[in-house]
């Protein structure tokens, strides 16, 4: 074959800011990496970084902590999710989401994809009914974004909290206004293959005082809830602070040494990620047998990575498919295969929620293929992977379809 087979690694992300290093490296010098070892006034990176992130997203609080899962499990408890409490979710979204509502001890009821990947309404609206559910964890699931008015209307017509999960949609905007600022509460990852990279790390954003006030007792903040860079009052504290658990999920300072240069640098990042998406999207869409998803005008989404559908491709021209892909060096993930692999797994590998029916969804994950854009790619990086997937296509597909 005389297209060059891509050789570039579909996880290597770019390293960290030399300004985040010597940030970094500062804190190892002082000894002090615990977010509270601060002196009188003194502002710890993580309470920066909390006022920093709270700005940026617009929010009128921020809390730092140790990942985007434990963002969520403490935003279900904040907002008063209780054992046995059916709690509404995407049924495409990653294991972290039913892994926070199950850590809860609530039940995740899964709710139906459209094929552009976001919720369906007509089910949220099913289902709530249904299982009386009052609380709804929505996960943009790979940056893709409902009609965010809608759902906040119909979230309000079914008395719903909307908690959303915005792991792929940090910097993300629907009509212009940020993910995360929808709903009662915005959950953010900074594990390394999300948007910002602090290895392991999460951000909870809110704009009710007591909510969070609860959320920072919950991370762990012992009594020292006031050496906070984004927090409410000391007053909004006088009771919760002695009726809420300390489940010690702290973010500490050298993770957030890392991270405050790399969000001074995010919008860059997305114009970067979106150059990349959108060269790789348009080459697959001129293709007949490719669906790529609808991205509504309201949706200013971050191309981090990018999903592509084959709607009726068997198992087994998937399978050659990607076969294809992996000997030319396309690290692209399918959603059907019948086992969970590296990171994807689907509601059927979920075992500890009980089976659900979701045939919509399941026909949509059966030609679902997935792929991580990450910035080390150059756009000719891009445009390679993107004519490897096309041949790919082109040699499997037909033949399924005859
Ligand atoms: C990564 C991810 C999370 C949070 O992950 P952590 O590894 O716990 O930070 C949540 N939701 C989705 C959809 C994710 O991909």
Redesign the pocket.
Known sequence: MARPRFTGSFTQQLPIPEEGIAAAVAVMRSGRLHRYNTGVGEESEAMALEREYASWQGARFCLAVA????A?QIALRAAGVKAGDAVLTNAF??A??PGAISGVGAKPVLVEITEDLVIDLADLEAKAKLSGARYFLL?H?RGHLCDMEALTALGAKLHLTVIE?C??TMGATWNGRRSGSFGHAGCF?T?T??HLNSG?G?LLTSDDAEFIARATILSGSYMLYERHGAGPDAATYSDIRLDTPNMSARMDNLRAAVLRPQLRAIEADIDAWNARHDLVAEKLAASPAIRVPHRPAAEHYVGSSIQFLLPGISSEAARKLMAYLADVGVEVKWFGANLPVGFTSDHHSWRYIGQQKLPRTDEILAGLFDMRLPLTFSLDDCALIADHILDAVAVVYPEDRA
Do not use: R
Not at 67 to 70: A, P, R, V
């Open positions: 990942s985007g899962g434990q969520m979204t990653l972290p989401v996960s699931m999960d792991a792929h990852s594990q293959y999300k392991e999460g």
